[in-house]
Protein backbone atom coordinates (compact mmCIF):
# COMPACT_ATOMS: atom_id res chain seq x y z
CA UNK A 1 0.00 0.00 0.00
CA UNK A 2 1.54 3.37 -1.25
CA UNK A 3 0.19 6.66 0.69
CA UNK A 4 0.86 10.26 0.27
CA UNK A 5 -0.20 12.82 2.62
CA UNK A 6 -0.63 16.48 1.79
CA UNK A 7 0.50 18.53 4.81
CA UNK A 8 2.04 21.92 5.43
CA UNK A 9 5.50 20.58 6.29
CA UNK A 10 6.67 18.67 9.00
CA UNK A 11 7.75 21.09 11.75
CA UNK A 12 5.42 22.13 14.82
CA UNK A 13 2.14 22.06 13.04
CA UNK A 14 -0.65 20.31 15.35
CA UNK A 15 -1.63 18.25 12.61
CA UNK A 16 1.60 17.17 11.17
CA UNK A 17 2.65 16.34 14.50
CA UNK A 18 -0.53 14.23 15.14
CA UNK A 19 -0.10 12.58 11.67
CA UNK A 20 3.86 11.55 12.27
CA UNK A 21 3.19 10.00 15.56
CA UNK A 22 0.71 7.56 13.56
CA UNK A 23 2.67 6.92 10.80
CA UNK A 24 5.66 5.88 13.63
CA UNK A 25 3.27 3.76 14.88
CA UNK A 26 2.31 1.97 11.76
CA UNK A 27 5.60 1.19 11.36
CA UNK A 28 4.86 -1.53 13.91
CA UNK A 29 1.58 -3.02 12.34
CA UNK A 30 1.78 -2.71 8.87
CA UNK A 31 5.97 -1.79 8.21
CA UNK A 32 5.17 -2.84 4.24
CA UNK A 33 2.98 0.20 3.94
CA UNK A 34 4.97 3.18 2.18
CA UNK A 35 3.92 6.43 3.40
CA UNK A 36 4.99 9.74 1.38
CA UNK A 37 4.27 13.43 2.73
CA UNK A 38 3.77 16.50 -0.06
CA UNK A 39 4.84 19.21 1.54
CA UNK A 40 3.48 22.32 0.18
CA UNK A 41 5.51 24.81 1.84
CA UNK A 42 8.15 23.35 0.14
CA UNK A 43 10.67 23.29 3.38
CA UNK A 44 12.83 20.95 5.49
CA UNK A 45 10.49 20.41 9.79
CA UNK A 46 12.21 19.52 12.70
CA UNK A 47 10.40 16.23 12.00
CA UNK A 48 11.76 15.24 8.63
CA UNK A 49 14.62 13.43 10.08
CA UNK A 50 12.42 11.45 12.09
CA UNK A 51 10.32 10.61 9.37
CA UNK A 52 12.78 9.68 6.88
CA UNK A 53 14.77 7.31 9.79
CA UNK A 54 11.77 5.25 9.99
CA UNK A 55 11.98 4.60 5.90
CA UNK A 56 8.89 7.51 5.25
CA UNK A 57 10.18 9.90 2.21
CA UNK A 58 9.37 13.76 1.75
CA UNK A 59 8.53 15.58 -0.90
CA UNK A 60 8.63 19.46 -0.88
CA UNK A 61 7.12 21.75 -3.61
CA UNK A 62 9.30 23.73 -5.38
CA UNK A 63 6.27 26.43 -6.03
CA UNK A 64 3.72 27.91 -3.59
CA UNK A 65 -0.06 27.47 -3.64
CA UNK A 66 -0.51 30.91 -4.78
CA UNK A 67 1.42 29.56 -8.18
CA UNK A 68 -2.39 27.83 -8.98
CA UNK A 69 -1.16 25.93 -12.10
CA UNK A 70 1.81 25.50 -11.44
CA UNK A 71 1.39 23.65 -8.29
CA UNK A 72 -1.19 21.69 -9.45
CA UNK A 73 1.24 20.60 -12.35
CA UNK A 74 3.58 19.70 -10.02
CA UNK A 75 1.57 17.91 -7.56
CA UNK A 76 0.14 15.88 -10.43
CA UNK A 77 3.30 15.18 -11.87
CA UNK A 78 4.02 13.49 -8.10
CA UNK A 79 1.27 11.54 -7.80
CA UNK A 80 1.77 9.99 -11.14
CA UNK A 81 5.49 9.28 -10.55
CA UNK A 82 4.36 7.79 -7.24
CA UNK A 83 1.76 5.12 -8.60
CA UNK A 84 0.41 6.20 -4.62
CA UNK A 85 -2.88 3.79 -3.63
CA UNK A 86 -4.21 6.50 -1.42
CA UNK A 87 -4.24 10.48 -1.45
CA UNK A 88 -4.93 11.89 1.93
CA UNK A 89 -5.35 16.13 2.10
CA UNK A 90 -5.22 17.51 5.26
CA UNK A 91 -6.32 20.96 4.70
CA UNK A 92 -9.77 21.56 5.41
CA UNK A 93 -11.80 23.27 2.62
CA UNK A 94 -8.24 24.05 0.87
CA UNK A 95 -8.30 20.34 0.19
CA UNK A 96 -10.69 20.60 -2.45
CA UNK A 97 -7.70 22.47 -4.53
CA UNK A 98 -5.57 19.67 -4.26
CA UNK A 99 -7.84 17.49 -5.79
CA UNK A 100 -8.51 19.30 -8.38
CA UNK A 101 -4.72 17.19 -9.61
CA UNK A 102 -6.06 14.14 -9.30
CA UNK A 103 -8.58 14.38 -11.75
CA UNK A 104 -8.33 11.42 -14.36
CA UNK A 105 -6.59 9.60 -12.05
CA UNK A 106 -6.84 6.57 -10.63
CA UNK A 107 -6.55 5.50 -6.85
CA UNK A 108 -8.01 3.25 -4.53
CA UNK A 109 -8.98 5.78 -2.27
CA UNK A 110 -9.11 9.76 -2.14
CA UNK A 111 -9.28 10.76 1.63
CA UNK A 112 -9.72 14.63 2.47
CA UNK A 113 -9.52 15.48 5.90
CA UNK A 114 -10.57 18.69 8.32
CA UNK A 115 -9.03 19.02 11.56
CA UNK A 116 -10.99 22.34 12.55
CA UNK A 117 -13.65 24.29 11.20
CA UNK A 118 -12.18 27.52 10.56
CA UNK A 119 -12.90 27.60 6.64
CA UNK A 120 -9.08 29.70 6.02
CA UNK A 121 -8.13 29.80 3.12
CA UNK A 122 -4.54 31.63 2.46
CA UNK A 123 -6.00 33.83 -0.36
CA UNK A 124 -5.38 37.39 0.66
CA UNK A 125 -8.64 38.82 -0.53
CA UNK A 126 -12.01 38.89 0.82
CA UNK A 127 -14.09 39.12 -2.69
CA UNK A 128 -11.84 35.82 -3.44
CA UNK A 129 -12.51 34.10 -0.40
CA UNK A 130 -15.92 34.42 -0.70
CA UNK A 131 -15.64 32.84 -3.97
CA UNK A 132 -13.94 30.45 -3.78
CA UNK A 133 -14.76 28.62 0.31
CA UNK A 134 -18.54 26.87 -1.33
CA UNK A 135 -16.04 26.07 -4.77
CA UNK A 136 -12.95 24.47 -2.75
CA UNK A 137 -15.99 22.81 -0.64
CA UNK A 138 -18.09 20.99 -3.79
CA UNK A 139 -14.66 20.33 -5.42
CA UNK A 140 -13.43 18.04 -1.80
CA UNK A 141 -16.92 17.01 -1.78
CA UNK A 142 -17.23 15.45 -5.26
CA UNK A 143 -13.53 14.37 -5.51
CA UNK A 144 -13.53 12.34 -1.90
CA UNK A 145 -14.04 8.58 -1.63
CA UNK A 146 -13.75 9.26 1.98
CA UNK A 147 -14.09 12.92 4.30
CA UNK A 148 -12.98 12.77 7.77
CA UNK A 149 -13.72 15.14 10.67
CA UNK A 150 -12.30 15.42 13.99
CA UNK A 151 -15.68 15.85 15.84
CA UNK A 152 -19.23 15.84 14.61
CA UNK A 153 -19.20 19.51 14.99
CA UNK A 154 -16.95 19.64 12.62
CA UNK A 155 -17.33 17.72 10.11
CA UNK A 156 -21.29 18.70 9.94
CA UNK A 157 -19.98 22.44 9.39
CA UNK A 158 -18.01 21.08 6.36
CA UNK A 159 -20.86 18.80 5.02
CA UNK A 160 -23.55 21.63 5.95
CA UNK A 161 -26.72 19.22 5.18
CA UNK A 162 -25.18 17.49 1.97
CA UNK A 163 -26.77 13.71 2.59
CA UNK A 164 -25.67 11.03 -0.22
CA UNK A 165 -23.79 7.42 -0.20
CA UNK A 166 -20.68 8.73 -1.69
CA UNK A 167 -18.21 10.49 0.23
CA UNK A 168 -18.54 8.59 2.99
CA UNK A 169 -18.40 10.83 5.89
CA UNK A 170 -17.00 9.83 9.38
CA UNK A 171 -15.86 10.87 12.56
CA UNK A 172 -11.80 10.22 13.54
CA UNK A 173 -11.33 11.35 17.38
CA UNK A 174 -7.62 12.14 17.58
CA UNK A 175 -5.66 10.04 20.00
CA UNK A 176 -2.72 10.82 22.50
CA UNK A 177 0.17 9.14 24.25
CA UNK A 178 -0.78 10.35 27.97
CA UNK A 179 2.15 8.26 29.21
CA UNK A 180 4.25 11.67 29.59
CA UNK A 181 1.49 13.42 32.08
CA UNK A 182 1.17 10.57 34.65
CA UNK A 183 3.09 12.71 36.94
CA UNK A 184 2.42 16.15 36.43
CA UNK A 185 4.60 18.77 37.91
CA UNK A 186 3.37 20.32 41.04
CA UNK A 187 1.06 23.59 41.10
CA UNK A 188 3.61 25.55 43.13
CA UNK A 189 6.31 24.20 40.96
CA UNK A 190 4.18 25.68 37.89
CA UNK A 191 3.23 28.82 39.65
CA UNK A 192 7.26 29.75 41.01
CA UNK A 193 8.48 29.51 37.02
CA UNK A 194 5.68 31.96 36.59
CA UNK A 195 6.21 34.28 39.27
CA UNK A 196 2.99 33.82 40.32
CA UNK A 197 1.88 33.64 44.20
CA UNK A 198 1.67 30.47 45.65
CA UNK A 199 -1.82 30.08 46.54
CA UNK A 200 -3.40 31.85 43.53
CA UNK A 201 -6.18 30.40 41.49
CA UNK A 202 -5.15 30.15 37.73
CA UNK A 203 -7.68 30.47 34.36
CA UNK A 204 -5.63 28.02 31.37
CA UNK A 205 -6.15 28.83 27.86
CA UNK A 206 -4.20 26.18 25.42
CA UNK A 207 -4.50 27.00 22.13
CA UNK A 208 -3.78 29.47 18.58
CA UNK A 209 -4.63 32.66 19.72
CA UNK A 210 -6.76 33.38 16.94
CA UNK A 211 -10.64 34.39 16.84
CA UNK A 212 -12.04 30.78 16.34
CA UNK A 213 -9.91 29.79 19.80
CA UNK A 214 -11.88 32.93 21.48
CA UNK A 215 -8.62 33.50 23.76
CA UNK A 216 -10.71 37.06 24.58
CA UNK A 217 -13.40 34.98 26.66
CA UNK A 218 -10.99 33.96 29.20
CA UNK A 219 -9.92 37.79 30.01
CA UNK A 220 -13.37 38.78 30.18
CA UNK A 221 -14.50 35.62 32.75
CA UNK A 222 -10.56 37.22 34.50
CA UNK A 223 -12.23 40.35 34.15
CA UNK A 224 -15.57 39.55 35.84
CA UNK A 225 -13.44 37.11 38.65
CA UNK A 226 -11.49 39.87 39.90
CA UNK A 227 -14.53 42.02 41.02
CA UNK A 228 -15.27 39.64 43.90
CA UNK A 229 -11.42 38.30 44.19
CA UNK A 230 -7.28 39.05 43.44
CA UNK A 231 -5.92 35.91 43.22
CA UNK A 232 -6.84 34.85 39.96
CA UNK A 233 -4.45 35.06 37.19
CA UNK A 234 -5.20 34.12 33.16
CA UNK A 235 -1.71 32.05 31.64
CA UNK A 236 -2.16 31.70 28.26
CA UNK A 237 -0.27 28.77 26.35
CA UNK A 238 -0.28 28.57 22.39
CA UNK A 239 0.81 29.95 19.38
CA UNK A 240 1.52 33.59 18.81
CA UNK A 241 0.44 34.22 22.36
CA UNK A 242 3.25 37.03 22.91
CA UNK A 243 1.16 39.29 20.55
CA UNK A 244 -1.61 39.18 23.29
CA UNK A 245 -0.33 39.59 26.34
Request: aromatic share 12%; hydrophobic share 40%.
Amino acid sequence: MKLIHIVENLDRGAVENWLVNIFLESRKTRPGWEWTFYCILGKPGRLDEKVVAAGGKIIYSPVTVSEKLKFLRHLRAALIRGHYDVVHAHHDYLSGFYLLATAGLKFKRRILHIHNNDRGLPVGNRFLYKILTPVFRWTGIKMSDDILGISENTLNEFRMGYSSHRPNFEVLYYGIDLTPYVNPPEGEAIRNSLNLPKECKILLFTGRMIDEKNPVYVVRILQQLLKYRDDVYAVFAGKDCSCWL
